[in-house]
């Protein structure tokens, strides 16, 4: 199993645009088969995606989705910061 966590911040006046480009990817990244949990959090204009993926195969073939890169594209000048993602192991 893979766990990412990818944390997102938008400028507070772009925060409604960039919460609707996300639920899109969400939906779409939960139709692959690969996924096991998608799940999107949020507090004020930070967005926080938590993934698993069952396999790096599959993770890798999502990095290359065309709606992941289009969200990146298209996201970039919407954000306050960088997109950080973080690739995890459970401890407990």
Known sequence: MISITAIIKSKKENSEQVKTM???LVN??????ACVRYDLHAT?????IWEEWADQI?????NNQSY?????T???T??????QVYKTT???
């Open 68 to 72: 992941l890169l289009d969200f990146v």
């Open 78 to 83: 919407l954000l306050a910061s960088p997109i």
């Open 28 to 33: 779409q990244t939960r139709k692959e088969t």
């Open 90 to 92: 459970q401890i407990l």
């Open 44 to 48: 004020e204009n930070v967005f926080i």
């Open 58 to 62: 599959g993770f890798d073939k999502h």
């Open 22 to 24: 996300i639920e899109n």
């Open 74 to 76: 298209n996201s970039e």
